[in-house]
């Protein structure tokens, strides 16, 4: 009987050789978890592709804190604003235009509350939503048991903006490493609740490229931290992939000393740095989960399968190692491109 493209995905995970090395797209495109999603994916499913969610099996309640919704404007178009009304004071973060524009800590006494509030939050196991998506799913879906960030990633993505962020660290307020501290004791906490429950394959959704940090704040900030939390989740047989959806070649080679399984949302110049060719030379035995590049699914269909072997041939080892997603765009031609490349992965294979 053939593998479903689930079966396929967890023996490319399990670092056997799959029937055909896996191509997935997130859920974020497909809206499979909100309901009515376009049909066609669902033939799309049925022809090998497969589908990869982030549900979360730990949940964070924060005691004492209000959120205060409003509507405002931001540059002139509409926003929405959220205070965040505490015992240790107030912040506030405004979107729009689907995107967080303003972030919550913007001084050093709101990296003090964001310290004081994460002390505070309580973690539990709710793998409800997680067992049912994997059911919903059975043949064609897989879903990673969703962490989070590393605690400096949590800080310059979700709560301080990049710009903002730089600024901080380059005045050197000692109230980030506070909540650096607290937020790596609470993610560890949370690590180990998520390695009590389902799911075998964990999502640590960084978002980190290499320009933010450069290799030696990344060798003395973010390794020591991947080696706790790989300890905890490897110790319940756990297997943990860091989304890197940027640059990374300057950090390759401490990357090579970590205890991740894998890098995901690896993707080539010109978004990213290195080759898959390079990438594999510096990671041999790491799982390379790539993001095709969305500017290939514009090519005529023959070179866009010339372009997916070649995917093949530079990152699996003996078809091994690999798999190919989409993770960062969705190309606005999916509905013919997605079957040029499943065609090509299955005549690769075969």
């Known amino acids: 009987m053939p593998m479903s493209p689930r079966e396929n995905l967890i023996a490319a ?11 997935t797209v ?9 309901g009515g999603h376009d049909p066609a994916w669902d033939a799309l499913f049925r022809s090998g592709l497969a ?16 959120h205060i919704w409003s509507d405002t404007t931001w540059q002139g178009r509409p926003a929405r604003r959220l205070i965040l009304r505490t015992r240790h004071g107030e912040m506030t973060e405004i979107y729009a235009d689907g995107w967080q ?5 913007k001084t050093a006494a709101d990296y003090a509350c964001m310290a004081a509030l994460v002390r505070d939050a309580r973690l539990s196991l709710r793998p ?22 590393s605690p400096l990633q949590t800080m310059l ?21 506070e909540l650096a501290s607290a937020l790596e004791e609470k993610t560890l906490e949370a690590a180990r609740l998520l390695a009590s429950g389902p799911g075998r394959y964990v999502s640590l959704l960084e978002n980190l490229t290499a320009e933010q940090w450069g290799p030696e704040r990344f060798r003395c900030l973010h390794l020591p931290f991947y080696e706790k939390l790989c300890a905890v989740l490897h110790a319940a047989g756990k297997k943990v992939y860091a989304h890197f959806d940027g640059k990374t070649a300057c950090l390759a080679p401490f990357m090579a000393q970590s205890s991740l399984d894998g890098i995901e949302s690896l993707t080539e110049p010109p978004e990213g740095d290195q080759t898959l060719a390079q990438a594999r030379a510096a990671w041999p035995d790491m799982f390379l989960w790539v993001n095709v590049n969305v500017s290939h699914y514009r090519l005529p269909a023959p070179r866009l399968a010339a372009h997916v072997r070649g995917l093949v041939r530079d990152g699996a080892l003996g078809g091994r190692l690999l798999a190919l997603e989409m993770s960062e765009d969705l190309p606005p031609n999916w509905h013919s491109a997605i079957p040029v ?5 299955k005549e690769t294979n075969g």
């Open 128 to 149: 409800e939503h997680y067992l049912d998506l994997e059911r919903r799913t059975e043949a064609f879906g897989l879903p990673l048991a969703y962490l989070g960030r």
């Open 341 to 345: 490349v499943l065609e090509a992965l």
């Open 51 to 66: 589908l990869v969610m982030h549900p979360g099996t730990v949940h964070w309640e924060w005691p004492g804190v209000e």
């Open 13 to 23: 995970l399990e670092g056997a050789r799959p029937a055909w090395t896996p191509f």
């Open 157 to 177: 993505v979700d709560w301080a903006g990049l710009e903002a962020f730089s600024y901080h660290v380059a005045d050197d307020w000692p109230q980030i490493e």
């Open 101 to 105: 524009q303003e972030f919550r800590l």
């Open 26 to 34: 997130y859920n974020y495109f497909v809206k499979f978890d909100e």
